[in-house]
C-alpha cells in the first residue's frame, strides 16, 4: 500500500488500483490523475472538489465515486458512478477492502447543522489505514496507520490526542492540517508527539508514506 498526503485532508492510495480519499478544493487536483476509485467522507468543500471530481469521472468513465446518500446529491453531473454507502458497511473499491464508520459529522456547535459524516478503514489485505473525515469515531478494529485531525472548527488538540490514544495506531500523521500556519501547526505537533503514545508526523503535500 502506497500512501501519498495532499494538502489538508487528501489521501491518495496505490496497490492494485489508485483510491482516492476527499479530494477537497484545499487539495491538488492532480490526486485524482489515473483514479480508479474515490471515497468522500462528507460534503463540505475542503473533502469535495465537485467540479474537479466531476471532471475526473468525465475523463474516466469507469471511475466510481463512494460517498454516503447526502453527498452524492452535490455530484448531478458525475451520478452514473456514484455508489452510496453507510455506516457499517464493508465493500471493495479499487482492489482495497473498504469499512464505513461513524455516519455523523463532528458537532461545530448546536446552531450550526449536523452533517453526515463517514470514516473509512481501507485495508489491501497486508496492511490498513483510518481515515475519519470529520469525526473522532474509531473503528472497533485495530488501526496500523492512523490519519488524526490537527486541527478543525469542531475540533480541539485534546480530542485528537484522545482520539490517537484510544485507537493505540502503529503509527499516525496528522489530517485537516490545512487551516493552520506553521506556529499553530508546530505547536499541535508537539502535544501529539509527545503524548499521544504512537509514532506521529506532520508531513508535507506530496510525501509518500
Request: glycine share 10%.
Amino acid at each position: 500500500m502506497r500512501v501519498t498526503k495532499f494538502t489538508h485532508s487528501c489521501l491518495r492510495i496505490e496497490g492494485g488500483g489508485v483510491l482516492v480519499v476527499d479530494p477537497g478544493e484545499f487539495s491538488e487536483a492532480s490526486a485524482l490523475d489515473g483514479a480508479d476509485a474515490v471515497l468522500v467522507t462528507h460534503e463540505h468543500f475542503d473533502h469535495l472538489d465537485v467540479a474537479a471530481v466531476t471532471a475526473a469521472a468525465a475523463r474516466n468513465p469507469a471511475l466510481r465515486i463512494y460517498a454516503h446518500e447526502a453527498v452524492l446529491k452535490l455530484l448531478p453531473d458525475a451520478a452514473e458512478a456514484t455508489v452510496a454507502v453507510g455506516a457499517g458497511e464493508s465493500f471493495e473499491a479499487a482492489g482495497f477492502q473498504i469499512r464505513g464508520y461513524g455516519g455523523q459529522h463532528a458537532i461545530i456547535h448546536p446552531y450550526v447543522p449536523v452533517f453526515a459524516n463517514l470514516g473509512f478503514l481501507i485495508s489491501d489485505g497486508a496492511a490498513n489505514l483510518y481515515h475519519p473525515g470529520d469525526s473522532f469515531v474509531a473503528p472497533d478494529e485495530p488501526v496500523e496507520t492512523l490519519f488524526a485531525p490537527m486541527n478543525a472548527p469542531w475540533a480541539t488538540i485534546a480530542e485528537s490526542l484522545e482520539f490517537v490514544r484510544g485507537i493505540q495506531p502503529g503509527r499516525a500523521f496528522a489530517l485537516h492540517d490545512g487551516l493552520i500556519n506553521e506556529r499553530g501547526a508546530a505547536v499541535y505537533g508537539s502535544h501529539l508527539e509527545k503524548f499521544s503514545g504512537t509514532t506521529f508526523r506532520q508531513v508535507t503535500p506530496g510525501s509518500v508514506l
